[in-house]
């Protein structure tokens, strides 16, 4: 048999926790609705989705599906916002193809752009994770991410309170050799465009590093760390992160697997930044994977597939729940989040 072929199916008897719907209600803060990771609702009709969405008790739901152009975020605004506006917030982003056309000007025009897109109706910034592994300046050079000729942008997107959810590296195995000891081999086997093996890619933690000087340098800017910070591996690394630069929040999207299999690290990194840590799923609008990050958030159930499919995605691990207090609950699923979408805040009670 091939190694391929072991599916081995755990024999443990222990609980298992339905939560079909959270103890309170839910801002997504890290999500999609176009194509290819929001499941393509920018063409079905509106009421399914927010059918969908009340049965989840998802009351919020931020697509960062806006992309960079007019006519993607004009689309999403007019089908989403126009017949919902309190449940979406739609994030723009910036046009990086520009740039070896516009050379020295472009961080000034993708900066009016971000007006332009604020105008409209956008209410953030996704940087989607192509900054410091592909984007190229009019030189073709990479740009890293903390090159201070985008500091234009951070600093529009601060004066315009849009906030910036920001997407770089990967996972950490991803920057490794594809090899034997490679802990996401299977998934890079699947997926080998997802391999920026370091070199001829920048290694990870310069990437990261970049990510917090650019943070420290941009105070007045909010910005969002997406997938736990992009270092779920590393939850020390996180919190420091988040000790030392007062403006910057994280989200906890498609990173069951890694917070779910360091549960005693990942309760305490929970209790310990409780104000900092934001909801999400990236998953689309998902029932069945909305109620597995509300086990995972809510019970302390042990040893579950992360994943809603039968072979767990990035990883052949399981994970453990975190069993959270309500009123950190409270906060992650609503409330901090609330605080920075300028949505009012659930009690206290
Ligand atoms: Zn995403």
Redesign the pocket.
Known sequence: MLLENFHPRSKLVTKTTLVPRPKYPVIDA?N?LGEP?GGGWDAKPLPALLDLLDEANVTHYVD?DGGWGEDILNAHLEHFKGHAPERFRIFGGVDWNQWPELGNRFPEWAAQRLKAQKERGAEGLKIWKPLGLHVRDQLDKVVKVDDPRLDPIWQAAGELRLPVLV?VADPVAFFDPIDGTNERWEELGQHPDWAFTSPPFPPFLEILTGFKNLVTRHPATTFIG?HAGCYGENLGWVGQMLEECPNYFIDI?ARLGELGRQPYSARRFFLQYQDRILFGS?LGPDLEAYRLYYRFLESDDEYFNYNTGEIPQQGRWHVCGLSLPDDVLKKVYYNNSAKLFGIPTLSSQ
Do not use: K
Request: aromatic share 12%; no cysteine; hydrophobic share 40%.
């Open positions: 890290h999609h990771f960062l997407h997406a999207s990236d």
